[in-house]
């Protein structure tokens, strides 16, 4: 069993930036590609980024160039770094690892 907790969620004005972590139990992490989703409001989970073991990493197109996805291996933890935010960048965000699922952070972007 793997747990992952979120954490670095919050209020931030139109522009501005926030960097969500997601620590991950266990000693399989490094071998896991891990990934950010994200639910806003009323719309279904959506696809933000990913990273693979190896480090190659993919993202939504609406978030390409404004987000970057890394990880540390050696700390078990994945990060999202999200710039020039946006109001439709505003939900509940996700981590992921293989099947297991974090239980999410909010983020909310006002414009």
């Known amino acids: 069993q793997v747990q992952l907790v979120e954490s670095g969620g919050g209020l931030v004005q139109s522009g501005g930036s926030l960097r969500l972590s997601c620590v991950a139990s266990g000693s399989a992490f490094s071998r896991y590609a891990m990934g950010w989703y994200r639910q806003a409001p009323g719309k279904q989970r959506e696809f933000v980024a990913t990273i693979t073991s190896g480090g190659h990493t993919n993202y939504a197109d609406s978030v390409k160039g404004r987000f970057t996805i890394s990880r540390d291996n050696a700390k078990n933890t994945v990060y999202l770094q999200m710039n020039s935010l946006k109001a439709e960048d505003t939900a509940v965000y996700y981590c992921?690892?293989?099947?297991?699922w974090g239980q999410g952070t909010q983020v909310t972007v006002a414009s």
């Open positions: 992921n690892g293989y099947i297991f």
